[in-house]
């Protein structure tokens, strides 16, 4: 399987003749649900994802506090779970047939918070 990313116009052309999917990393929601949908219409087979670094908390106040200590930058999503659940079911709703997660930092105690309170929420 073959998938590409980007955004510009003439990148998406590209996707819809030579690629099996495409992948928005980051793009907000209205820009993903308008590419998403013109992508989709012109070839219904495409997989299409959605993908974003997130730094996340137990809760929002853990998520700021991880924040402040890490200054994660800002291409990444300073997130609690239901921010992310929130989030995941808005872009599979515009389109997205997969969810793609970076977590920032990548450690065992914050896969451990995804797999505990995020991913039963989108089961």
């Known amino acids: 399987m073959v998938v590409l990313g980007g ?5 998406q052309d590209l996707v819809l003749e030579h690629a099996d999917g495409w992948n928005a990393w ?3 929601l209205d820009r993903f649900a308008g590419s998403a949908s013109r992508l989709r219409s ?16 137990r809760d929002a106040t853990e998520a700021q506090e991880l924040a402040a200590r890490r200054k ?6 300073v997130w609690s779970p239901p921010q992310l659940v929130a989030a995941c079911r808005s872009y599979l709703r515009a389109g ?10 990548n450690r065992p ?13 989108l089961a």
């Open 72 to 77: 994660p930058g800002q291409w990444v999503n």
């Open 96 to 105: 997205a047939d997969e969810i793609l997660i970076a977590l920032v930092p």
């Open 42 to 57: 012109a070839r219904t087979s495409l997989r299409i994802s959605w993908g974003a670094s997130v730094l996340l908390g």
């Open 26 to 28: 980051g793009l907000d």
């Open 109 to 121: 105690d914050r896969w451990e918070v995804l797999s505990e309170l995020v991913l039963p929420a």
């Open 7 to 11: 955004t510009h116009r003439l990148t």
